[in-house]
């Protein structure tokens, strides 16, 4: 049921400067694969073949990432070289891309309501955020868990993870009642809080189901944080009138919007691939 997964990717990637003058965060490679691919490959795993990208100015390189590159195919044909593009050909037999733009950064909330062209509002969709890099060894990945979960609770759902108190303003945090292990149900979200107004130390991460009730939700929103439009605002509204779970993922999750992070990953998936 849920098939199409969107993918807010306007932002600027300040914190990569100067990598990200020219060039989106969501191409930053980790090893051979930019970030966003990563992304496009947990979705596919979770079901979905529509990929809904929401992009900005300077981010035509997504766009070509994933279409075919005939020149550079017909070059490398027949070499060895060839098999290092079995993945994105895989990508590209499967999955169907739409695109939308984002003209004015105003939060992840308005990205997300600009994707109603792309994904409807007939459907939930999933929405991953391709910074936030997941990855779990012992079985389905982050998306894959949320999407078994959906079809259980059949509402609006935010992976979130344990982080130390004194990073929970990096993130939006949510305050909750365990009604089966891992699995919250909201009461209350806040965006990036002080330690001292963080309700817990759960933190969201870059992975969402959302029913498309969400829409009319985010219309009704007023500017949070920052003075952007948040998702974690909307999802707070959700919570208070209907239902939002919380889910604390199995697996590992990578920041890689930030240098510390992305090493790590870089580092992680260098000893993988040599195991
Ligand atoms: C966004 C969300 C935040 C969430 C985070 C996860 O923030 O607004 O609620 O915790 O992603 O990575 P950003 O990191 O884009 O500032």
Redesign the pocket.
């Known amino acids: 049921m849920i098939k199409k997964c969107l993918f807010p990717a306007a932002g600027y990637g300040t914190r990569f400067l100067p990598a990200t003058k020219a060039m989106p965060k969501e191409m930053l490679p980790v090893l051979t694969k930019p970030l966003i691919q990563y992304g496009v490959e947990e979705a596919m795993e979770a079901g979905c073949d529509v990929m809904a990208i929401i992009t900005g100015r300077g981010k035509r390189a997504i766009t070509d990432h994933f279409d075919i590159s005939y020149e550079l195919e017909h070059q490398i044909q027949g070499s060895s070289k060839e098999e290092m593009l079995s993945e994105i050909r895989n990508i590209l037999d499967k999955c169907t891309f739409t695109y939308t733009r984002q003209n004015e950064m105003k939060g992840?909330g308005d990205a997300i309501y600009k994707g109603n062209v792309l994904v409807g509002f007939a459907n939930p969709f999933a929405v991953i955020?391709a910074d936030?890099l997941c990855y779990n060894s012992d079985g389905p990945g982050v998306l894959k868990q949320m999407v078994d979960l959906y079809s259980k609770y059949k509402c609006c759902i935010v992976a979130t993870m344990e982080v130390p108190h004194d990073e929970v303003h990096?993130?939006?945090v949510i305050e909750g009642r365990e009604i089966e292990d891992g699995v919250f149900m909201v009461d209350n979200m806040v965006?990036k809080p002080k330690t001292e107004d963080a309700p817990s130390n759960l933190?969201?991460?870059?992975r969402y189901i959302l029913t498309p009730d969400i829409f009319d939700v985010i219309k009704e929103t007023k500017p949070g944080k920052n003075g952007e439009l948040?998702?974690?605002d909307a999802l707070c509204e959700q919570a208070k009138k209907g239902m939002v779970i919380a889910y604390k993922f199995k697996g590992k999750r990578f920041d890689c919007?930030s240098v510390d992070g992305f090493v790590e990953a870089t580092n992680f998936f260098y000893q993988l691939e040599r195991q």
């Open positions: 992840l955020l936030d990096k993130y939006g965006e933190a969201v991460i870059g948040q998702i974690t919007g």
